[in-house]
C-alpha cells in the first residue's frame, strides 16, 4: 500500500504528464515502447549466462537444458550454413553467443537511445507548459496578490521549481519507469529459473521497503524546505542588484554579503539534512543487496552442490546474474526515488501558483465596449488595502464613499497630498483592484459588467514612472498594438515630440533601449511612453503625475506632447505640480479618501481655501 506521500507524488506525475498528453499522444506511446523494448534488453544477458555456463560446461554426452540445446543447434546450422559443418560444436556455439551478444549491444544501445531522447523531450514539454502556464497565471492576477509575495520567491518558481519538476519527470520516464519494467522482468525470468530458490532470496526485499518510503518522506520534506530558502537567496540578489546604487551610497556591501551568506548556510544546512537521508536511503540498498547476495551464494550454492531443486551450474550462474541484474536497477530506483519525491516538492510550489484564485469574477455575458462616448463616474466608492491593516486588525480605509463624474471630453484634475487615495482612483479605473463598496461605471455600466480586455483597449496611461522592455524603440511604443506599421509608429513618436531623437540612434526605431529604458533620459523615457499611448488611440487618458520627477526643460516638451495626447479624450490628471493642470476642465481635491473642493483653477484660488494653500505652497 502507497504512502501518503508516494500518492502524493505519483498524483503530481501523473497531472504533469496529463498536462500534454493530448498534444503529444505518439511521443507519450514511442517513449512508453522503447522503455518496455530497453527493460527486455537489459535482461536478457541473464539467459545469454545462462546458455553460456550450459555450452562451455556440460560434459560431453550430458542432457543439456532446453535454452543451451537451442543454441547448440542454431550454431550448427550457422556453421552449416557457412561450409564448415565440421567445426567444433562448442567454438561455434561461442561464435554464435558473440554474434548474438552484438546484436542486443547495437539493439540496446538504440533503444536506450530512442527512450533518452523521447523522455528528456517530454519532460522539456512540461516544462515550458509549466512556464508558459505559470506567466500566463501570474499575468492574471490582481496587484493586491503580489503586494503578499517576494518577487524572489515568484522567479525561483519559474526557474529553479520548472526546473526541478523538469529532472524529476525527467527521473521518473527515464529510471522510475524503465526500471521498474526491468525489475519486473529480471523477477519474472528467476521465477522461471527456480522458483523456490527465487523466493528465498526475496525474503529480505521487504526490509528495504518501509525504510525507503520513510526517508523519501524526508527527503521530500527537507527538499520543499531548501526550495523555499533559495527563494529567498534569490530575492536577496534581485534585492541587491535593483538596489545597488543605494548599497554602494551606504557602504552597505559587507551587510548585503552577510546577509546573503545567512542565507546561503541556512540553505546549505537544510541541502545537508538532504543529503543525510538520501545517504541512508542508499546504505539500505547495499544492506539488503548484500542479504540476499548471501542467501543465493549459500542456498543456491549447497543446492549445485546436492543436485536438488533441480539446481544446476548454468541455472546458478544465471541466478547470479539475475540477482545483478535486479540490484543495479534496485538501487537506481531507490536513488531515484527519493529524487523524485524531492523534484515533486518543486512541482507542488509550482501548482501552489496555478491552482491560487484569482478572485476576479468575469460575467458569462459581461458586455465588450467601443470606445467611451459618456462620462465615467465614481458612485459612492469605498476601498481599504487588505494588505495594509491598522493596530486594530481591520484593513485602513483609503477610499470614503468617494463620487465624482469625469464628463465625455473633458480634462478632470486629481490633486491632494500623499496617501490621499489618488493612485488608488486609477488602480480601481484599470481593474487592477475593485471596490469594497459602490462601483465605478463607464457610459453607464459597472466596470464589473464589462469584458475586462475591452475595457482596457479603451484606456491609456502615462505614469509617473515610466517602464520601458530591454526591447527596441518600435516594439516598445507598439505595445499592445503589434500590428502597427513603422509609419503608425512614427507618426505616434512625431506626436509625442519624440522622433528626432529616436532618428539620431544607432539604430534608429530598432536601436535596443536597454533595461527600463536604460538608454535613454527621463524625458526621453517619458515621451517614448506618450507615444505608446498616442499609438493605442484609446478614447480616455490616464496621466498619474506624468511630469512630477522631470526637471523643466523636459516637462516643457512633455507637456506639449500630453497636449497633443489629451486632446479629444475623456482624460484624468493625478498631479503633484498644480501648475500642470491648470487649464483643467474640473479640479477636484481630495483628502483622507474624500473630495474636500472642486472646481476650476481661478474658482479654486478665488475661495482661498485647500487648493489655494497647495498652490501657494509651490509657488
Known sequence: MKTKSARDALALTQRLLARVYAGHRALFLGAFGSMLLSGMTEVAPIAIAKGTVGVLFAEPGEERDWLSSRIMEASAAMAHSFGQGDANPRLAAVALLVVLVLLLGLVAAFFTYVTAYLSRSLAAIIAINLRCALMDKVLSMPLGWFGRRKTGDLVSRFSNDVEQTYHGINMFMLTLSTKVLVLIFAISYVFLLNWRLAAASMIVMPALVVPVVMIGRKVKRHAGKSLVVLGESTEAVMQALSGLRTIRAFAAEEQQRDRYADINAQWLARRKKLFRAMATGKSMMDIVSAGSLAVVLGLGGSLVVTGEWDMDASTFVAFLVALATMFAPIRQLT??????????ASAERVFGILETQ??????????????IRQSVVFDHV??????SDETNGSPKPVLRDLS??????????????????KST??????RFRDPDAGQVLIDGHALTDIEPTSLLRQIAIVSQHPFLFNASVRENIALGRPE???????AAARAANIHDVIAALPDGYESIVGERGST??????????????LLKDASFLLLDEATSSLDTESERTVQAALKNLSAGRTTLVIA???STIIDADKILVIDHGHIVEEGTHEELLARDDAYARLYRAQE
Open 576 to 578: 503633484h505640480r498644480l
Open 425 to 430: 482612483i486609477a488602480d480601481l479605473l484599470f
Open 404 to 421: 465624482f463624474e469625469i464628463p465625455y471630453g473633458k480634462t478632470v484634475a486629481l490633486v491632494g497630498p500623499s496617501g490621499a487615495g
Open 358 to 371: 484569482t478572485g476576479e469574477e468575469v460575467p458569462s455575458e459581461a458586455r465588450v465596449i467601443g470606445p
Open 484 to 490: 502597427a506599421t513603422a509609419a503608425d509608429v512614427e
Open 520 to 533: 535613454l533620459s527621463g524625458g526621453q523615457l517619458q515621451r517614448v511612453t506618450i507615444a505608446r499611448a
Open 382 to 387: 469605498s476601498f481599504a488595502y487588505p494588505e
Open 335 to 344: 536513488r531515484a526515488y527519493h529524487e523524485w519525491g524531492a523534484a515533486m
